[in-house]
């Protein structure tokens, strides 16, 4: 008999007979787990509504869950976490491979053994006293070909009920590791499919915190923070750092983009990915309620996913696109009935708010929302604006992407969506433009690479610092850049049918600081416009640094925006650029001779093209 049996004997939190898996390697897997992390119960996850009342009774009863007002937010609770730990910490973050050229100068690199042995020494009995939960995970629709499995262990119950809600999660996500694991035994296939992620509160201590990669072993350990995306492990660790290292290797994508479906008043939609940097308004874009006139006129947004997709290519040579996540983890700061109604209305019950502050009617408030002042702050104090914002700049909220009233019937398709465009984008105060278009792939592909945007409260650290954030994946992408790009290139082959690729920037400021464009709903001027370009219906001009529209090529009517300007947003400023482009140019040296020469020799033309 399977000596891990023995672990599976305790109660659980339902005080029901506990579970193990019907696959050994699991089981092996979970008993090693808890013979290093002494956990005092174990619980197979399997995502059922009791399992979840019985989690949130618990933590509703110790604090970790605070009821909010019962009749404005049904089935919500506020979470305040602990005060210094409150966003991704990416100086803790590494990437774990034999090899450290492999992880590149993008990510802080360990050696796997080294790492191993540190963040075991973290783990020895830190579950003592508490209940070790057993978390699987699909990442994708249960029955697509494009999902992948992974098992979080946990001791965080805060993590759960989140997990419940971000993937689909517990015996159906089981069922598929074991119909996996039991073929490949059947083939003689050594080695697991799905990813192991081992995570632990611990004490919350900073100086004991690790979020720690191992690409080839598909395993992740993460211990000291209960913060998203240090803990949730299904999202960034392993739907983007361990992804796009899978990715790579099986030539498809895993990129920190949304996706959303424009729908003509023809009734034709098509999708687009977008990736901006994290609280750069990726969940907005995915959410947008077309302006009025466009409403009446028949056009339609369908939200597919707001953070991660995962492209690969179809029969047809198109890309096709499925959101991993079931869930959406946003950014509440902002948020309100004028910048994102979808979203407020998908929050309104069965929501998990952290960090946001409370009225003295319970319900959940932030900066933005509407004119009240709150009672009490995100660290449950009176709220006094001397302290700072009443709802952190990073509090989120968690909710089932299934009460978004755009979701789109398609997210759940197997097979993904064909994607028309490809967007990347930054927050730019100045030189770059409301929207430019790449001449081919290669050129998309430099643009991503260059991507640029001030720092948000998304990660600690100093915010509103310009740094390279190429694809929106500098914090995300598990392996060297250069070989990232490289990748990206090699898409580009004869027979594909690849999407168009844009450059947007809706942040740009005027002389006193305010931001030049409305943004939100109005951005969806800016969509048409590409999508006019995808069909070639569009005027555009070319420009060293890609095709650009003039006032009169964009349907700006009601938008709101004065000539001066919409001159100053789509304005080219060929000096500017052959500075950016020059330092570009620096930074892809960086990477040394891994950087692919095909994309040198792109900054190269643009550089001379600037220059003439
Ligand atoms: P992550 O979840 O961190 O990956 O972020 P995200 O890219 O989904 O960001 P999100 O859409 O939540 O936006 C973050 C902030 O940017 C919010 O405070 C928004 O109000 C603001 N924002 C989003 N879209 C726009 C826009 O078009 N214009 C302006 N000015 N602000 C925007
Ligand atoms: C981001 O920071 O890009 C997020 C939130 O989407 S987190 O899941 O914490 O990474
Ligand atoms: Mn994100």
């Not at 709150?374 to 989120?396: K, T």
């Not at 592909?445 to 740094?467: D, H, I, P, Q, Y």
């Not at 349907?555 to 001159?567: K, P």
Request: proline share 7%; hydrophobic share 40%.
């Amino acid at each position: 008999m399977n000596a891990a049996v023995d672990v599976f004997k305790g109660n659980d939190v339902a005080g029901k007979e506990a579970a193990g898996s019907r696959l050994e390697s699991l089981n092996a897997w979970v008993a090693q787990v808890v013979a290093l992390t002494q956990p005092d119960q174990v619980h197979w996850c399997d995502g059922s509504e009791s399992e979840h009342a019985n989690l949130v009774a618990a933590m509703q009863a110790d604090g970790t869950l605070l009821p909010l007002n019962r009749e404005t937010h049904p089935h919500s609770w506020l979470h305040r976490s602990h005060p210094g730990d409150v966003a991704r910490v990416e100086h803790l973050t590494f990437v774990c491979t034999p090899d450290r050229d492999e992880a590149g100068p993008n990510n802080h690199w360990m050696d796997p053994v080294a790492a191993h042995a540190k963040m075991d020494a973290l783990f020895a009995g830190c579950m003592r006293g508490r209940t070790l939960y057993v978390v699987p995970y699909c990442m994708g629709p249960i029955d697509s070909p494009l999902a992948r499995c992974g098992v979080e262990i946990t001791d965080s119950p805060y993590v759960v009920v989140n997990m419940r809600l971000m993937t689909r999660m517990g015996a159906p996500a089981l069922a598929r590791i074991e119909r996996e694991g039991l073929d490949r035994a059947v083939r003689g296939q050594a080695g697991d499919t799905y990813v192991k992620g081992l995570h632990s509160t611990g004490d919350l201590d900073p100086e004991r915190r690790f979020i720690m990669h191992f690409p080839h072993e598909l395993t992740i350990k993460s211990f000291g923070s209960g913060y998203g995306g240090n803990a949730l492990l299904g999202k960034k660790c392993h739907a983007l750092r361990i992804a796009s290292h899978q990715a790579r290797q099986e030539g498809w994508l895993a990129e920190h983009m949304l996706i959303v479906g424009i729908e003509n008043p023809h009734g034709q939609t098509h999708y687009i990915a977008a990736a901006f940097p994290s609280a750069c308004g990726k969940t907005n874009l995915a959410m947008l309620i077309p302006p009025e006139g466009y409403r009446q006129a028949g056009w339609k947004v369908w939200t597919v996913g707001d953070d991660i997709c995962w492209m690969r290519r179809g029969q047809d040579g198109r890309l096709y696109a499925i959101n991993p996540e079931a869930g959406f983890f946003g950014v509440a700061p902002g948020t309100s009935d004028s910048s994102n109604p979808n979203a407020l209305a998908t929050i309104s019950h069965h929501t998990i708010f952290t960090n946001v502050a409370v009225t003295d009617d319970q319900e959940p408030w932030w900066e933005g929302l509407d004119g009240r002042t709150p009672a009490l702050d995100w660290q449950g104090r009176p709220y006094s604006p001397e302290q700072g914002p009443a709802a952190h700049p990073n509090s989120r909220f968690t909710v089932s992407a299934r009460q978004c009233p755009s979701y789109s019937a398609r997210a759940e398709d197997p097979q993904g969506v064909p994607i028309s465009a490809i967007v990347f984008g930054g927050r730019r105060a100045s030189l770059v433009p409301l929207v430019m278009q790449a001449r081919d792939w290669t050129h998309g592909v430099l643009m991503g690479a260059a991507m640029g945007s001030e720092t948000t409260a998304a990660a600690t650290g100093a915010v509103g610092v310009m740094r390279r954030d190429p694809m929106a994946m500098k914090p995300f992408c598990g392996y060297n850049f250069a070989d990232y790009f490289a990748h990206w290139l090699s898409f580009d082959t004869a027979d594909a049918r690849l999407p168009e690729v844009f450059h947007v920037n809706w942040f740009r400021k005027d002389a006193d600081g305010k931001f030049l464009w409305p943004g939100f709903g109005e951005n969806l001027r800016v969509l048409q416009w590409m999508l006019a370009r995808v069909e070639g219906r569009a005027r555009a001009t070319e420009t060293p640094v890609g095709w650009l529209p003039t006032a009169d090529d964009l349907e700006l009517e009601g938008a709101g925006v004065s000539a001066a300007a919409m001159a100053e947003l789509l304005q080219f400023d060929p000096e500017g650029w052959r500075e950016e482009v020059e330092a570009l140019g620096a930074y892809l040296d960086e990477f040394g001779e891994r950087m692919p020469p095909t994309l040198k020799a792109e900054q190269q033309r643009i550089l001379r093209a600037l220059s003439e």
